[in-house]
């Protein structure tokens, strides 16, 4: 201690440089970790770009390029089926800013103005209605209206049936005998399906809506339907009716023009009975006169007049009377109507199902 007392400088320039040496050690240690991490992750990185190297096609910065202007090709395909799947047009206009009536009986008033429209079209465009048909597709609330948690859901089934109700009267078949629809869901009923299909479990069956036993409902089977669990969710309408096949063909071609997202599941045709064939708006039979087109299908007739025999001399007519008619032959074509056929079609309105946030992740804002 004395000799630390008698020169102060020097020792303290021993400890300074004792410090110095003990933090050069410390440096060349870290360095020394550093150098030997490096090393190791360089020889990552070489077994990583030999595997790359093996890959197809090689990920160069050309292939890049593709590959971002064929994921930007596929994005602008995505949003513009995503548009045409959402309508267009003043139809689905209609639909989007139409306002939803918030009380039963403002539910009930609606669907008896739907009903009444759709009356009034069938008899202008000379339509018979069924009994069956009569409500068109909504007689479980000929009576009072939905109950509060199913307006919403009878409300846009309503729109959609409207819009194809107006395509197929514009097409004229010759009678309506059916319009039914799937049962309505509610949105609790919704929620618990789409939440049950994220986790990968059966969906429960919804409880059925008041009236689900009446002849508005159909189900349509798994196979025959649209839907993609968790993307696609779909309502399904059945008509019946009948008519030529141009009628159909107008109908079907109304809807392939898209304005609604609307797909024809299913079209079935059958002969219609007497029954079916003979009703028209006015209750009688239009027969429409036919030529015939081989001798199955037509009868002909040779009709010959009877002639004064020979040597008799010119005969006899008595005051009054025209004298007989010189033979002629008559042919008789048959009078036949238009064959009917009965048409069956199944059609599903589509609508995206918005995919389910990450889990940990926040839902989106709704606006």
């Known amino acids: 201690m004395s000799w630390f007392r008698k020169y102060p400088l020097f020792a303290l320039a021993i400890s300074v440089c004792a410090l110095l040496a003990v933090g050069e050690v410390a440096f060349i240690y870290e360095r020394f970790a550093a150098s030997r991490e490096a090393a190791r ?26 590959i971002e202007a064929d994921l930007a090709k596929a994005q602008r395909s995505l949003a ?11 139809a689905a206009e209609r639909i989007r800013t139409a306002k939803i009536p918030t009380a039963r009986t403002d539910a009930f008033f609606d669907l008896a103005a739907f009903v009444e429209r759709m009356r009034t079209l069938a008899e202008t465009s000379g339509v018979e209605v ?22 919403e859901p009878v409300f846009r089934q309503r729109q959609v049936a409207e819009y194809l109700l107006e395509a197929l009267l514009a097409a004229r078949p010759r009678a309506l005998f059916s319009v ?18 994220a986790e990968g479990a059966p969906p429960e069956e919804p409880m059925p809506d008041p009236g689900s036993d009446s002849p508005d409902y159909f189900a349509i089977g798994p196979g025959a339907s649209a839907r993609v669990k968790g993307h696609v969710d779909s309502t399904a309408f059945r008509f019946a009716f009948t008519g030529q096949t141009a009628a159909v063909r107008s109908f079907l ?20 009975t007497a029954e079916e064939a003979v009703a028209t708006p006015n209750g009688d039979e239009t027969p429409t006169r036919t030529e015939p087109t081989d001798a199955a299908a037509a009868s002909v007739v040779l009709a010959t007049e009877a002639s004064p025999a020979k040597g008799a001399g010119p ?40 995919a389910p946030p990450p889990a940990g992740e926040a839902p989106p804002p709704t606006s």
């Open 41 to 66: 992750r360089l020889e990552q990185r070489k077994v990583e770009l030999e595997a790359m190297s093996q890959l197809q096609p090689p990920p160069t910065r050309e292939v890049a390029a593709t």
């Open 80 to 90: 513009a089926m995503q548009g045409e799947l959402t309508g267009r047009g003043p």
């Open 130 to 151: 069924r009994p069956e048909a009569a409500r068109f597709g909504f007689s479980a609330y000929a009576n009072e209206g939905p109950e509060a948690d199913r307006i």
């Open 180 to 197: 039914k629809r799937e049962r309505t869901m509610t949105k609790a009923e919704r929620e618990a399906r789409a939440a049950a299909t």
């Open 253 to 272: 071609n109304k809807l392939a023009s898209f304005e609604l997202p609307i797909l024809v599941r299913e079209v079935e045709v059958d002969v219609a």
């Open 315 to 354: 005969a006899k007519t008595a005051p009054g009377k025209a004298a007989a008619r010189a033979p002629r032959a008559v042919l008789a074509l048959p009078i036949v109507s238009k064959s009917l056929s009965k048409f069956t079609v199944t059609v599903e309105f589509i609508e995206l199902v918005s």
